[in-house]
């Protein structure tokens, strides 16, 4: 009913940034808020950067004054533009949607993106 599709990821050396993308589509009736969360082995879920569709943000204590969450409420998406990257910001980013469906307009959704591998060597 909805999908969620991430670009963005890759390899990047110690300092230098890279961009994330997510757009939300299919029975989309409206979205609360959307955001990016990270993972990697041997550790929880955490969060990285969310916003709402007014545009409000909160953002993980590792990532704050380094990466910036911006959204374009008209194509449903939400970027993720990451700067002086660290060894430690190594995991799969997966975008998060928390929407409401056409078919179902009073219940809240969840729904998560694939992932995609962002790597930061030393």
């Known amino acids: 009913q909805v999908q969620l599709v991430e670009s963005g990821g890759g390899l990047v050396q110690a300092g230098g940034s890279l961009r994330l993308s997510c757009a939300a589509s299919?029975?989309?009736?409206?979205?609360?808020?959307m955001g990016w969360y990270r993972q990697v082995p041997g550790k929880p879920r955490e969060l990285v950067a969310v916003?709402?569709?007014?545009?409000?943000?909160n953002y993980g204590d590792s990532v704050k004054g380094r990466f910036t969450i911006s959204g374009e409420n008209a194509k449903n998406t939400v970027y993720l533009q990451m700067n002086s990257l660290k060894p430690e910001d190594t995991g799969v980013y997966y975008c998060?949607?928390?929407?409401?469906?056409?078919?179902?307009?009073?219940?809240?959704?969840?729904?998560w993106g694939q992932g995609t591998q962002v790597t930061v060597s030393s």
């Open positions: 998060n949607a928390d929407l409401h469906i056409t078919q179902n307009m009073g219940v809240r959704f969840v729904y």
């Open positions: 299919g029975n989309i009736f409206s979205i609360n808020a």
């Open positions: 916003i709402t569709s007014g545009g409000s943000t």
